[in-house]
């Protein structure tokens, strides 16, 4: 199983690299990435959340309920996106436990490649939008926190240190 990186990680602030070209070891790492997703009842998660620079992200609206809508976003990149923004609360599978309301435009138009390299356009709104500009934000080293005030997001990056200390040396308890 992947693991996931947590916050605060130099990993998680870098911009990601285009792939020139989608093969059998990015498929593969794309089927992992979807079980640590679901195993940590995620809905999206960004190719930099397990150690890897480059331009993937999956997602999945449907991950909590019975209908999987599995997508599969490589070299993204915004075709046109609305004016009128929408606040929703979001969290991260970097800040287990943190959510924070954030505003973002709802409507937006996308294209990528897909796991066969077949150019994809998409237009949608609501949750998968949502999911779709986080996951995005995380390849160019953009984090959910970095839209708050510096108060809010250094008590998360705080909490978030003392999280990361706490599981390491639970896990060295069990080596
Ligand atoms: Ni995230």
Redesign the pocket.
């Known amino acids: 199983m992947l693991k996931i990186v947590y916050a605060p990680d130099p990993m998680l602030k870098k911009v990601c690299e285009p792939l020139s070209q989608v093969d059998d070891h990015h498929r593969d790492l794309i089927k992992k990435m979807f079980e640590a997703m679901y195993e940590a009842n995620g809905v ?3 190719a930099p ?1 397990v150690g890897i620079n480059k331009r993937i992200f999956i997602l999945d609206s449907g991950a909590r309920e019975e209908e999987k809508k599995p997508l599969i976003m490589i070299n993204p990149s915004l075709v046109s996106i609305d004016d009128k923004t929408v606040s929703y609360e979001e ?5 287990p436990e943190h959510f924070a309301e954030i505003d973002r435009p709802d409507q937006l138009t996308i294209k990528y490649l897909d796991e066969n390299n077949k150019k994809k356009t998409l237009t949608t709104d609501g949750f998968t939008s949502r999911i779709i500009q ?2 995005l ?2 390849l160019n080293g953009i ?2 926190v970095d839209y708050l005030s510096r108060l809010k997001r250094d008590v998360i990056i705080r909490k978030m240190k003392k999280f990361k200390k706490e599981n390491n040396s639970s896990n060295d308890k069990k080596i």
């Open positions: 999206g998660l960004a959340q969290g991260c599978l970097s800040f986080h996951e934000d995380h984090l959910f």
